[in-house]
């Protein structure tokens, strides 16, 4: 009985590492706690699930918790793009906080410009959306290298990872 004939192909997703994620939270964490200018605030950050929530006094604050957040997770390499934040809310008082999810899995309306993007270039390949993620297949390697660099050029506004290459 022959073998399946499979054509080589990889995952194209969007996936934030969130070991490292959580890793500059504690890290930001521990700086809001020990900087002078925070010295008697409620100011905080948050983790649960793939919402990070800043807890601030005032406007100015939020927004000195948010630069030292993403000073953080920039230094962990942590693409900024995987945050998509929300509009800041005052909770009583001067309070405010803010909810910025972190991006897992493409959505459907990247996922079709993905598809699209890839139809349009006439690279010889089949993209196909599969929950959060697009599958790339074609005959050649190189025609799917070719792929993974027009997607790098053309998506500019999410951090994709090309995972599961397979000859």
């Not at 089949?126 to 390697?141: E, T």
Request: zero cysteines; aromatic letters at 4%; hydrophobic letters at 40%.
């Amino acid at each position: 009985m022959p073998a399946a004939i499979t054509m080589p192909s990889f995952d194209t997703v969007l996936r934030a590492n969130m070991v490292e994620v959580r890793n500059a939270i504690e890290q930001a964490g521990k700086e809001i706690g020990t900087r002078f200018d925070f010295k008697g605030s409620d100011a905080a950050v948050d983790l649960k699930e793939h919402e990070i929530t800043i807890h601030a006094d005032s406007e100015f604050q939020a927004a000195q918790v948010r630069d030292i957040l993403n000073a953080r997770l920039s230094k962990r390499s942590v693409d900024l793009r995987f945050l998509d934040a929300g509009k800041l809310e005052k909770i009583g008082g001067d309070k405010v906080k803010q909810v910025i999810k972190v991006r897992n899995g493409i959505d459907s309306e990247a996922a079709k410009k993905i598809v699209r993007m890839v139809k349009d270039s006439k690279i010889k390949v089949q993209a196909a959306i599969q929950g959060d993620s697009v599958r790339i297949s074609g005959g050649k390697r190189d025609d799917l290298q070719a792929a993974i660099a027009l997607l790098r050029k053309g998506v500019t506004e999410t951090p994709l990872e090309f995972e599961n290459f397979r000859d």
